[in-house]
């Protein structure tokens, strides 16, 4: 029971398929009538929503302000719909987190299960994918939170909590290196190391101070799984890079259990990044959603400012 005009629902389907015919096909609909519904649509607003090509369509600039309306507008009219079915409160509901990897190590399930204790009737669902896709998942509505770093602003989504987050080496427990208080990038790369795949921001910031001292480096494992990679380091295979995302706080009991040791990297490169806590630009969070946003953040190391969420 959408409460979305059918224009606009038309024209959402048009946006996220790229093509009329795609469009008519999801939503089981002939192609000439969504035409007609953007079409009037257009003809209303005054201005082309759509630019369009041989093989398919593109929003306009206009068209992509209308796109996060509608957006908006579908995800709320689902949870009222949702709401008024269910006779229950927007409290009780399932909240829909992505994340990157380096977040779904501890930060996030540690805000989901901390938030489960005071509120034991809601659910989660977590994706783990890039940091770009968890900023579009979001961006797009598809999620309610992403946790995901970023370097440089973010224009379309609405940062909730940003703090710069420091990065260290990983290195075995009894390696040369593992009782400094911090060591320079040089130092890193004279042993063998583990990185993650290129176009991961850790990854584009270690290259960029790589260059930048004129060093050379031939990792000895690219991979983008964290568990592989402490693996790799507590079997001697070299030392690895990671951000402090509770990670470097357990420097006692949990990275001795761990069999690492974690030494913070000296070089301003690595303060470009930030870690980010978004949501979707204009939407009015419902209750639940903005309390866990609340939490999340305030679990973000150096973060400060966060309200605890109400009991």
């Given at each position: 029971?959408?409460?979305?005009?059918?224009?606009?629902?038309?024209?959402?389907?048009?946006?996220r398929?790229?093509?009329?015919?795609?469009?008519?096909?999801?939503?089981?609909?002939?192609?000439s009538?969504?035409?007609?519904?953007?079409?009037?649509?257009?003809?209303?607003?005054?201005?082309?929503?759509?630019?369009?090509?041989?093989?398919?369509?593109?929003?306009?600039?206009?068209?992509?302000?209308?796109?996060?309306?509608?957006?908006?507008?579908?995800?709320?009219?689902?949870?009222?719909?949702?709401?008024?079915?269910?006779?229950?409160?927007?409290?009780?509901?399932?909240?829909?987190?992505?994340?990157?990897?380096?977040?779904?190590?501890?930060?996030?399930?540690?805000?989901?299960?901390?938030?489960?204790?005071?509120?034991?009737?809601?659910?989660?669902?977590?994706?783990?994918?890039?940091?770009?896709?968890?900023?579009?998942?979001?961006?797009?509505?598809?999620?309610?939170?992403?946790?995901?770093?970023?370097?440089?602003?973010?224009?379309?989504?609405?940062?909730?909590?940003?703090?710069?987050?420091?990065?260290?080496a990983?290195?075995?427990?009894?390696?040369?290196?593992a009782?400094?208080?911090?060591?320079?990038?040089?130092?890193?790369?004279?042993?063998?190391?583990?990185?993650?795949?290129?176009?991961?921001?850790?990854?584009?910031?270690f290259?960029?101070?790589?260059?930048?001292?004129?060093?050379?480096?031939r990792?000895?494992l690219?991979?983008?799984?964290?568990?592989?990679?402490?693996?790799?380091?507590?079997?001697?295979g070299?030392?690895?890079l990671?951000?402090d995302?509770?990670?470097?706080?357990?420097?006692?009991?949990?990275?001795?259990?761990?069999?690492?040791?974690?030494?913070?990297?000296?070089?301003?490169v690595?303060?470009?990044?930030?870690?980010?806590?978004q949501?979707?630009l204009?939407?009015?969070?419902?209750?639940?959603?903005?309390?866990?946003t609340?939490?999340?953040?305030?679990?973000?190391?150096?973060?400060s400012?966060?309200?605890?969420?109400?009991?």
């Open positions: 029971m959408p409460l979305v005009p059918v224009n606009l629902v038309y024209f959402l389907e048009v946006a398929a790229g093509s009329v015919s795609e469009a008519a096909h999801i939503l089981n609909v002939a192609p009538a969504i035409s007609r519904q953007i079409a009037k649509l257009e003809a209303e607003i005054g201005v082309p929503l759509f630019i369009r090509h041989p093989r398919g369509m593109t929003v306009t600039d206009a068209g992509s302000r209308l796109l996060a309306h509608a957006r908006r507008s579908e995800i709320e009219s689902a949870a009222l719909v949702e709401e008024l079915r269910t006779g229950q409160g927007a409290d009780v509901r399932c909240v829909a987190v992505a994340c990157s990897q380096g977040f779904a190590r501890r930060v996030v399930p540690g805000a989901m299960a901390a938030f489960r204790r005071r509120h034991p009737d809601v659910t989660f669902r977590l994706d783990i994918v890039s940091r770009q896709e968890a900023t579009r998942r979001v961006a797009d509505g598809i999620v309610d939170v992403a946790a995901t770093y970023a370097m440089g602003p973010q224009h379309d989504v609405r940062v909730e909590c940003a703090v710069v987050i420091p990065v260290a990983i290195v075995p427990l009894g390696h040369e290196l009782g400094r208080e911090r060591i320079t990038l040089p130092e890193l790369c004279a042993y063998p190391l583990t990185l993650s795949p290129t176009g991961s921001s850790q990854r584009e910031l290259d960029i101070g790589v260059r930048l001292e004129g060093l050379s480096v990792p000895a690219v991979c983008d799984g964290l568990a592989p990679q402490y693996e790799f380091v507590r079997s001697g070299g030392l690895a990671v951000g995302l509770g990670d470097l706080g357990d420097l006692g009991e949990c990275a001795s259990a761990e069999g690492v040791a974690y030494v913070p990297i000296d070089h301003p690595f303060r470009q990044r930030e870690a980010q806590v949501t979707m204009g939407r009015r969070l419902p209750w639940v959603t903005s309390q866990f609340e939490l999340l953040a305030s679990l973000l190391p150096g973060h400012g966060a309200r605890p969420p109400s009991q």
